[in-house]
């Protein structure tokens, strides 16, 4: 169900936009970090300067055994999540994948590998993660997300 709210992320002159693809091939990471020990899932995290200058922070959740080497579509086996413009520490907006691919290289708990391909954000309510019924689009053409420590 796609919730009535206003779409679209506030640029710093306080006017509602949607912003254009912000994370392009290689946007430069600034941080990285493991997630909570959820029971039978991996999750981490990572921060990256977008190609608008702006740190966002790209999120992906996986079952601890969801198979390594082969895409995953956005289907409950993997979560990927942004959070656009956190760079003064408030969330503007946050998008989930509604489509496009996953492929682990690794996971375990101590660390988790993959490429993103072709992943297809749609802008969601932040607190409860409910599509925003008008909301704004982006795109990640190809990312490689990798944080956390080696896997045994």
Known sequence: MALALP??????????????????MTPVV???EMGSREVGRVSGSMVLQGDDDRLHAVFLKT????????PLRMNG???????YDVTGGAVTSAFL????????SRRCEAGLGATLEAVALREVDPTT?????????????SLAFDVGEPCP
Not at 9 to 22: A, L, N, S, V
């Open 129 to 141: 993660e409910q599509a925003i019924d008008g909301g704004c689009t982006s795109t990640i053409a």
């Open 63 to 70: 079952w601890a055994d969801a198979p390594i080497g082969q």
């Open 7 to 24: 779409p679209g992320c506030y640029d710093p002159q306080g006017t509602m936009e949607c912003p254009g693809r912000f994370l392009g």
């Open 30 to 32: 600034i941080g990285e």
């Open 97 to 104: 994948g509604a489509a496009g691919t996953v492929t682990l």
């Open 77 to 83: 086996v993997v979560f990927v999540g942004v959070l």
